[in-house]
């Protein structure tokens, strides 16, 4: 079985800053573009940042020169530095990461969601 779990939410002021991580575990094989999502209330999700396993990374237009994605591939790991955070960031965000078990097919894989607040 494959999860990932992420962590690191919580409230900020406007102007300020989180990271958030997500560790996947599990019977894994190979991990490949693993991302980072959020849905603001009202909203549809939305991509924040992905990165692939070769570092190539792609941001959302909000978060460019804000957020910086970043990921460790001996520990199943990916990063979300947000920096100069606006109250429109606030959010859950989830991690994504598609991923091949040991046994089965590669598909997308989705973290339960940490909950970001951004508000003075």
């Known amino acids: 079985q494959v999860q990932l779990v992420e962590s690191g939410g919580g409230l900020v002021q406007p102007g300020g800053s989180l990271s958030l991580s997500c560790a996947a575990s599990?019977?894994?094989?190979?991990?490949?573009?693993m991302g980072w999502y959020r849905r603001a209330p009202g909203k549809q999700r939305e991509l924040v940042a992905t990165?692939?396993?070769?570092?190539?990374?792609n941001y959302a237009d909000s978060v460019k020169r804000r957020f910086t994605i970043s990921r460790d591939n001996a520990k199943n790991m990916v990063y979300l530095q947000m920096n100069s955070l606006k109250p429109e960031d606030t959010a859950v965000y989830y991690c994504?990461?598609?991923?091949?078990?040991?046994?089965?097919?590669?598909?997308?894989?989705w973290g339960q969601g940490t909950q970001v607040t951004v508000s003075a």
């Open positions: 599990g019977n894994i094989f190979r991990v490949y573009t």
């Open positions: 994504n990461a598609d991923i091949a078990p040991i046994l089965g097919s590669t598909r997308p894989y």
């Open positions: 990165i692939t396993s070769g570092g190539s990374t």
